[in-house]
C-alpha cells in the first residue's frame, strides 16, 4: 500500500448541514480542491455516522479524491449520525427523495461544476444504484461496491426463498443497536439528548418488517433496480468479490443497463478492492476510479470505455482454508456479458436415486455469509459438510483444466417426502488427498419452486423438477481433481429449516449439473498498486481477552450444536479528536440435529461512546432473538440506553409473525 500525500491539488475539509425540502438538515463533510474553477462532486450518502464509524474509512477516499480535482462528499442519512429527522427503514422512499435533494443541492454549489458521481460499498453502493434508476439529471456516473439490484433474493434477508437464518437475525440486530447510537455532543451541541431521544420513542426492530414480507411482493421490489434496468441514465462501474454475496449483480448489470456499463470482479471479500484485506490480491482501485470520472463527469477519454466490458479474477486451485492473505489465479476479459467465451456444459447425475435427510446441523462449515477480510470468514475443509449430502463426482480430463465463469444452474428431480424443504447444492473442487474446497452454492426454498413470488406447498410424495443457480464463481478445476456436487436438505445456520422438513428422494434420471465453462484466453490486465491517502490515525488498544471469532460447540447427549460467531466489526477505537468508542457483538445459532422447529438465533450488542474531556458517556445494550413454531417466527427484542450508570431508556418487544413463506 501506496500512503499518497502529495497531490495535483491542496485540499480544504469543512462540514456542513444540507437543507431539505421539509427542514431537515443532513450532516455532511465535504473535501474539496483548493481552485477557482467549479468541479465535479462524488457523493457517499450512508446511515453508518461520519464522525466515527466510517471516519477512517473515509479518510482513505475522499482527501484522495478532493487531491484529483472532485469536491468529495460524505452525508449521513437521515435520522443517523449527526443528521437531523428521524431514521427510516433501509432504502425507503424518504432516504431516496432526501438522496435526491442532496444531488440537486451539490450540483447548485458555486464550487461545483454540475456534474455529480455517486460511490459506496454496500449501503452507500445499494442507493447509489437506486438513485441512479430515479435519475436526477446531474447523476451522471455511479460506482457501487459490493451491491444489489435485486433486494429480495441478491441481499442479506433471503436466499432462494429461504430466510436466511445467518444475517436476517444478525444485520436487523446490527441495525437496531447502530440505530440506536446518538448524535455527538462535539458536533451537535446540548441538542443531541433531546433528538437522541426523539430518535428512540420512534424505534422499531427492523426484523419485524423484514419476516412480514416473505415473498418477492411490493416490499422487495422497491429499491430493487432489476424491476427496470432502463430507468438507470447514468454511466456505472459495477464492483463486487468472490467472497462477497452480491457478485452475482455485477453480470447482471454488465448485461442489462442500457448504458455506459463495465463490471470488475475480483478474489475479494465485502470490501474496498484497495484495503489490503484478505483475500487478495488488492488493486489501485481508487486510480481505476478516477479513470471512470474522469471519463464521465469532465469529459476526459481516460481508454476506461475501451476496456472490455468485464474483468474477471479466474482463482486457480487452491487447498480449503478459513483465509487466504492472496488467492492464486490471473485476470481475464471478457468483451460482454453473457460472453462469447463461456459455454454450458451439462454433467448427468449417476447412479440410482437416493435419500437426503440432512441432520439440522448440516451447514455449521458454511463459512461467514458477509466475508469482512477476518480469519475464520471463509469455509473450511468440507468433508465434513459432504458426509451429510448426496455427493456426485466428476473427474478432471487429464489433458486440460475446466475453467468456469458465471452462475452453475442445476437440475434435480425431487420427490419430496413433506410439503415444505429446501434443497442446497454446493460445488466443490476435490483434490487428490480428499480435502474439499468450496467453490459455490446455492439454495431453493421448494415452495418457491415457480417464482419467489409465490409460496406453493410440495404435493406430499410427488415428483417434481426443479431447477435453480449457484452464486458466480470464477474458478479452474485441475487434472487429477473431482468436480463435486453436493446436494443436501438443510444448511443452517445460513438457511432457516422449514417445519416438518422430511428430506427428499432424489433422482438422478433427469438431473443434472450445468457449468459454466469458460475457453481459457490470453489476457493482459493489470492494475496499479493500492494507494490511499493519509490515515486518520485512529489507534485500537488490544483486548485483554478475545474469544474465538467462530466456535462450534456440541452437546453429544442432548445432540444440539451451538455455533458463536464474533463478528469482530471494530472493538475499541480512539480517534484524535478523543472520542473513544468501543463495539463488541456476538451471534449466536443453536439446532438441534433432528428437529428443524429447534432453530434459535441471537445477537447481543453493546456500543459506548465517551468523550472525557465533555464528560460525555453513553452504552447501549441491545439483544435480538428469532426462534420459531411450525405457525410463527417469535421475535424477542430489547434495547437498553445508559448515560453513565443512569438508565435513561429501555424497552422490550415480543412479536410473531406468521411463517407464510419461510
Known amino acids: 500500500m501506496q500512503i499518497r500525500t502529495s497531490f495535483p491539488y491542496e485540499t480544504t475539509r469543512e462540514d456542513v448541514r444540507i437543507p431539505l425540502p421539509d427542514g431537515t438538515r443532513l450532516y455532511a463533510r465535504i473535501w474539496r480542491p483548493v481552485t477557482e474553477d467549479p468541479v465535479p462532486a462524488l457523493l457517499e450518502y450512508l446511515p453508518y455516522r461520519l464522525g466515527d464509524w466510517t471516519a477512517p474509512r473515509d479518510a482513505q477516499r475522499h482527501p484522495w479524491y478532493a487531491g484529483h480535482g472532485y469536491a468529495s462528499v460524505r452525508v449521513d442519512i437521515r435520522g443517523h449520525g449527526n443528521s437531523e429527522g428521524m431514521p427510516g427503514d433501509e432504502y425507503d422512499a424518504t432516504e431516496l427523495a432526501d438522496g435526491v435533494e442532496v444531488v440537486h443541492w451539490l450540483a447548485a454549489q458555486p464550487w461545483c461544476s454540475g456534474e455529480v458521481g455517486m460511490f459506496g460499498i454496500s449501503w452507500g453502493g445499494f442507493n447509489s444504484l437506486q438513485l441512479a434508476a430515479l435519475a436526477p439529471e446531474p447523476l451522471k456516473a455511479v460506482v457501487t461496491v459490493c451491491s444489489t439490484d435485486d433486494r429480495y433474493d441478491n441481499d ?75 430507468a438507470v441514465r447514468a454511466a456505472v462501474l459495477a464492483v463486487g468479490g468472490w467472497h462477497d454475496p452480491y457478485r452475482d449483480t455485477v453480470l447482471r448489470l454488465v448485461e442489462h443497463l442500457p448504458g455506459p456499463a463495465a463490471g470488475l470482479i475480483g478474489p475479494w471479500s465485502h470490501q474496498y478492492p484497495d484495503r489490503g484485506l484478505p483475500p487478495g490480491p488488492a488493486i489501485g482501485f481508487l486510480q481505476e476510479t478516477l479513470r471512470w470520472w474522469d471519463q ?128 442446497i447444492a454446493r460445488l466443490c473442487d476435490v483434490a487428490p488427498d480428499g480435502s474439499a ?73 433427469g438431473s443434472t449439473l450445468e457449468l459454466p465453462v469458460r475457453t481459457p484466453t490470453t489476457d493482459a490486465i493489470t492494475f496499479a498498486e493500492p494507494e490511499q491517502s493519509a490515515p486518520l490515525g485512529v489507534t485500537s488498544p488490544e483486548p485483554e481477552q478475545q474469544r474465538p471469532e467462530r466456535r462450534a460447540v456440541r452437546d453429544v447427549a442432548a445432540g444440539t450444536w451451538r455455533l458463536e460467531v464474533d463478528p469482530r466489526y471494530g472493538g475499541t477505537r480512539v480517534y484524535p479528536d478523543g472520542l473513544e468508542f468501543t463495539e463488541d457483538a456476538l451471534e449466536t445459532y443453536t439446532v438441534h440435529e433432528s428437529d428443524p422447529l429447534s432453530a434459535r438465533t441471537r445477537s447481543d450488542w453493546t456500543i459506548r461512546l465517551h468523550r472525557p474531556a465533555l464528560g460525555w458517556d453513553v452504552t447501549i445494550q441491545t439483544r435480538s432473538e428469532i426462534g420459531a413454531d411450525a405457525e410463527d417466527f417469535v421475535t424477542s427484542n430489547e434495547v437498553t440506553c445508559r448515560e453513565g450508570d443512569e438508565i435513561v431508556f429501555h424497552r422490550t418487544w415480543d412479536t410473531r409473525i406468521p411463517r407464510t413463506a419461510g
Open 156 to 230: 442479506v434477508h433471503y436466499m432462494g426463498g429461504s430466510v436466511l437464518g445467518v444475517d436476517m437475525n444478525a444485520w436487523a440486530a446490527t441495525m437496531l443497536a447502530f440505530t440506536c447510537r446518538p448524535p455527538d455532543p462535539a458536533h451537535l451541541g446540548e441538542e443531541w439528548r433531546t433528538l437522541w431521544f426523539k430518535r428512540l420513542e420512534t424505534l422499531q426492530p427492523p426484523i419485524h418488517t423484514w419476516l412480514a414480507h416473505q415473498t418477492r411482493d411490493a416490499y422487495w421490489r422497491h429499491g430493487s433496480v432489476c424491476e427496470d434496468y432502463s
Open 296 to 423: 464521465h463527469l469532465k469529459g476526459e477519454e481516460t481508454g476506461i470505455m475501451a476496456e472490455p466490458k468485464l474483468r474477471s479474477w479466474i482463482s486457480a486451485s487452491h487447498p480449503p482454508a478459513t483465509t487466504y492473505p492472496e488467492l492464486p489465479g490471473r485476470w481475464v476479459a471478457d468483451p460482454a456479458w453473457p460472453s462469447p467465451h463461456v459455454a454450458p456444459i451439462s454433467y448427468a447425475l449417476p447412479g440410482a436415486p437416493v435419500e437426503v435427510n440432512s441432520p439440522m446441523h448440516t451447514g455449521l462449515d458454511a463459512g461467514r455469509f458477509f466475508p469482512f477480510g477476518n480469519d475464520a470468514d471463509l469455509p473450511p475443509d468440507q468433508r465434513d459438510e459432504d458426509a451429510k449430502s448426496a455427493c456426485f463426482d466428476f473427474p478432471v480430463p487429464e489433458d486440460a483444466p475446466v475453467e468456469i465463469l458465471g452462475r452453475p444452474r442445476v437440475r434435480l428431480r425431487l420427490r419430496s417426502h413433506a410439503r415444505r424443504g429446501q434443497v
Open 437 to 509: 474446497t468450496l467453490v459455490t452454492r446455492g439454495a431453493l426454498n421448494l415452495s418457491a419452486r415457480h417464482g419467489r413470488e409465490h409460496a406453493e406447498p410440495w404435493a406430499e410424495d410427488a415428483v417434481e423438477d426443479v431447477e435453480f443457480e449457484l452464486n458466480a464463481i470464477g474458478h479452474t478445476f485441475p487434472p487429477g481433481h473431482r468436480i463435486r456436487l453436493a446436494v443436501s436438505s438443510a444448511y443452517w445456520p445460513w438457511i432457516w429449516p422449514q417445519p416438518g422438513s422430511a428430506g427428499f428422494s432424489l433422482h438422478s434420471d
